[in-house]
C-alpha cells in the first residue's frame, strides 16, 4: 500500500518462538554500507528496531502515527512547508516504512546535493518539529486509512489484515501497524514525543548507505545520529500462536461484487532457519508472486479464469510499489504461510477455497517431482537476480540480513543455496512446515450467511463456465467441488466490515 503525503511517501507495512535473549532489542549503532564510488546517486536507509510490537495497550497505530510525523512533519528550524521547498531542488523526498518490529526511513539524493540533503534529513531524525498541524494531519490521513479504505475500498488489503490478526490474535503481531480507531483517536501530540522519546533511541539504530558517498561520510552520519535519544530498548517476548484445529472461518461483511479469500497459518521457519530456502523453493513451484509460474495461478486462473491472481508465501510479504518484487524491510522474528486468492465471483468462492486447499494439501502429502523441483530452481536461479535491480534493493536485503543474523549477501546467499539443494531438501522441507488439516480462512465477501451455510453445509460447490473447457478440466473441477472442509459452525465468525479495526 502506498500513500502520497505531499513530499512524503509513507508505506506502512508480518511461528518460530525465541528465548528473549534471541529477540532484537537494542544493540549498539551498526553500520552497513555498500559502496559504489561510480555511482552519481547514495541510497539512505536509516532503520531503528521499532515496531508496533513496542506499544502499548490501548495505543496501538502510535508507532505509524510517530514514524509519519517524523518523516512528514519539519524540523526544530523549518517548518513542513519549508522543508519541501528545501527538498524540491534537491529532486528528492523521505520515506518511511512503519512495520510490525522495524521502521526504516528511506531516501536517495544525487551526490550533488549530499551534504545539503543530509544536514536536513538528519535534522528531521534528530530533532523533529512534532508541530500540531503536521500531527494531526498525519493523523486524519491514518484514520482514513482504517475507516475508509481498508473498510470500504481495498478488499485484498482488507482481507490480508483481517488473516494476520486472525492467525495472531493475543500476540504482540495481532493488531494491525495501522492500529484501531478508538486508539489512534485517543492519541495526542504528548504520545508521539514520548514515544520518540523513549523508542527511537539511538541504541536500536541500524544505519545503511549505499551509493556514491565520500569515504569519511559514514562517519559524518553516525556522529548526528548519536544525538538522538539515549535509552536501553527492553526484549519483547514472542509467544506460540494460537494452535489452529482444522478450519477456522472468518467472514468480513461488505458489499461486493467479488469475494476476497485469504488464509493461512503459522510456520517455525525464517531466512535464518536451515531449511528456508527449501521451503522457499517448494512455495515458488505453489504460489509464486505474480506470476504464472505457480500452480494456483495456472489452475485458478490459466485453466478456469476464475480471478486475476492466485499465490503463496513462506514469509510476511508486500509488494515493492511500482514492482512485482518483494518489499524489503519488513522482517519478523516468526512468520507465518500464507495464500492469496484475488477477488472471485461471490458463486465460486466455495469452489476457489476448495480449489486452493487441495493444491496445498496436494504439495503437503506429495511434494515435488524431479522435474517441478528442477524447473522451479532454473526458474528462481534467473528470476531472483531481478530482485537486486537497485543499490536502494540490494541495501535493504543486507538491512534485513543483519536483522536475522545471516549473510549480508542474501541474494548471493540464495543463488548458492538454490544450488546446492536436493529434491530431498525440498520435500523434507514441506512435509515438515505445510499441511492444509489446520488453516485458518478469511473471506470478505457480501453475503456472509449464505457463506457461512454453504461452508458448514459442506454441499457440492460446482462451477459452470461461459465457454467449452478440456475434459480433464472438467473432471478434476467435479473432484474440487467435493473437497471436504473441515467447517464447524462454531467455527465460523461473522464480522461487519464496519467493525473492523474499530478498537
Known amino acids: ?22 529477540s532484537p532489542g537494542g544493540k549498539p549503532m551498526s553500520t552497513i554500507l555498500i559502496p559504489s564510488p561510480d555511482s552519481p546517486l547514495v541510497d539512505f536507509r536509516i532503520e531503528f528496531r521499532v515496531g508496533s510490537i513496542h506499544e502499548r495497550g490501548g495505543q496501538e497505530g502510535l508507532n505509524c502515527l510517530t514514524a509519519s510525523t517524523v518523516a512528514g512533519g519539519g524540523t526544530e528550524s523549518l517548518g513542513y512547508q519549508e522543508v519541501l521547498e528545501a527538498f524540491y531542488p534537491m529532486a528528492t523526498d523521505v520515506s518511511v516504512q512503519a512495520g510490525k518490529e522495524v521502521t526504516v526511513f528511506v531516501a536517495t539524493v544525487h551526490r550533488d546535493h549530499l551534504e545539503a540533503f543530509w544536514d536536513l534529513f538528519s535534522a528531521l531524525l534528530v530533532t523533529p518539529r512534532f508541530d500540531e498541524a503536521d500531527f494531526n494531519r498525519m ?75 565520500p569515504e569519511d561520510f559514514p562517519k559524518r552520519v553516525r556522529e548526528a545520529l548519536a544525538r538522538l535519544p539515549g535509552g536501553r530498548a527492553k526484549p519483547v517476548i514472542y509467544p506460540r500462536p494460537k ?49 504464472f509460474k505457480g500452480r494456483l495461478m495456472r489452475h485458478l486462473r490459466g485453466d478456469r479464469g476464475l480471478n486475476y491472481g492466485d499465490y503463496s508465501y513462506v514469509e510476511y510479504f508486500d509488494e515493492e510499489p511500482g514492482t512485482v518484487y518483494p518489499l524489503t524491510n519488513i522482517p519478523r522474528n516468526q512468520q507465518y504461510f500464507s495464500i492469496w486468492l484475488r477477488p472471485v465471483a461471490h458463486r465460486h468462492a466455495v469452489f476457489s477455497l476448495r480449489a486452493a486447499l487441495r493444491e496445498l494439501r496436494r504439495l503437503a502429502d506429495v511434494g515435488l517431482t524431479d522435474e517441478e523441483f528442477e524447473s522451479t530452481r532454473d526458474f528462481l536461479l534467473g528470476y531472483t537476480k531481478l530482485w ?20 549480508r549477501d542474501y541474494l548471493g546467499a540464495m543463488d548458492r543455496a538454490l544450488r546446492e539443494l536436493t529434491l530431498e531438501d525440498v520435500n523434507n522441507a514441506v512435509w515438515h512446515y505445510l499441511q492444509a488439516a489446520n488453516v485458518k480462512v478469511v473471506m470478505v465477501t457480501e453475503d456472509a450467511e449464505a457463506l457461512k451455510q454453504a461452508l458448514v453445509s459442506n454441499a457440492p460447490s460446482p462451477i459452470t463456465y461461459e465457454v467449452e473447457k ?19 459452525d462454531e467455527d465460523v465468525r461473522i464480522i461487519p466490515a464496519t467493525e473492523m479495526f474499530e478498537m
Open 139 to 213: 493523523k486524519d490521513i491514518q484514520l482514513n486509512y482504517l475507516r475508509n479504505v481498508l473498510r470500504s475500498t481495498d478488499d485484498e488489503e482488507l482481507g490480508k489484515e483481517a488473516l494476520e490478526s486472525f492467525i495472531f490474535e493475543g500476540h504482540p503481531y495481532g493488531h494491525s501497524v495501522y492500529g484501531t480507531v478508538r486508539a489512534v483517536e485517543s492519541l495526542t501530540l504528548d504520545d508521539v514525543r514520548a514515544f520518540y522519546r523513549t523508542e527511537y533511541t539511538r541504541d536500536r539504530v541500524t544505519i545503511g548507505l549505499a551509493g556514491g558517498y
Open 1 to 22: 500500500m502506498r500513500k502520497r503525503l505531499g513530499l512524503v511517501t509513507v508505506l506502512l507495512v508480518g511461528w518460530m518462538a525465541l528465548n528473549p535473549a534471541d
Open 470 to 488: 478440456p475434459r480433464e478440466i472438467l473432471e478434476e473441477d467435479e473432484e474440487i467441488a467435493t473437497y471436504y472442509l473441515d467447517v464447524r
Open 388 to 407: 537486486g535491480q537497485s543499490m536502494s534493493r540490494r541495501l535493504g536485503y543486507a538491512l534485513d540480513s543483519d536483522f536475522y543474523s545471516i549473510d
Open 243 to 291: 494452535s489452529i484445529h482444522g478450519i477456522e472461518v472468518r467472514l468480513v461483511e461488505k458489499p461486493g461484487t467479488a469475494t476476497a479469500v485469504s488464509l493461512g497459518f503459522p510456520i517455525g521457519c525464517r531466512r535464518s532457519s536451515r531449511d528456508f530456502f527449501a521451503l522457499f523453493l517448494a512455495n515458488s513451484y505453489l504460489g509464486e508472486h505474480r506470476t
